[in-house]
């Protein structure tokens, strides 16, 4: 398999599971709590989850750059939930509508996964002063 498709898989995979860690709090939440609460638990949870996918991300792999991955890990989420979650499961754009119930969470993948990304990057590129020369 070509070295730049399992990079594309790598990134699918961890933005999958970053949507359906998020998704699985809108499910759960609809059912066990108003709808109010679970997207304010939503939107607290949103860049804890996509924190530590871009933490192991960085970590392990760190094919993009962090803008790159902020990027693609947000467009990602809105084109799923454009086309899944509204056009297919909702039919309706309603969600659209909620800023806590879409734009903010929107927005907080981006920032997570961009923060991480810097964070983790700035720390591996930093020189390891704790080593004497010898």
């Not at 871009?54 to 693609?72: E, R, W």
């Not at 086309?83 to 993948?109: D, H």
């Amino acid at each position: 398999m070509d070295s730049l498709v399992k990079k594309i898989i790598v990134i699918a995979i961890h933005t999958l599971i970053g949507w359906a860690l998020c998704a699985a709090i809108i499910g759960i939440g609809r059912n066990v709590t108003t709808m109010e609460t679970t997207l304010i638990v939503h939107a607290i949870g949103v860049p804890i989850i996509f924190g530590i996918i871009s933490l192991i991300y960085f970590s392990k792999f760190n094919f993009t750059m962090p803008l790159v991955t902020g990027i693609i890990f947000l467009g990602s989420a809105i084109l799923i939930d454009f086309f899944v979650v509204a056009l297919l499961l909702e039919k309706s754009f309603n969600m659209f509508k909620s800023p806590i119930g879409t734009w903010i969470p929107f927005i907080l993948i981006f920032l997570s996964t961009y923060i991480v990304g810097l964070i983790v990057t700035k720390t591996r590129d930093r020189p390891d002063l704790t080593k004497t020369k010898r």
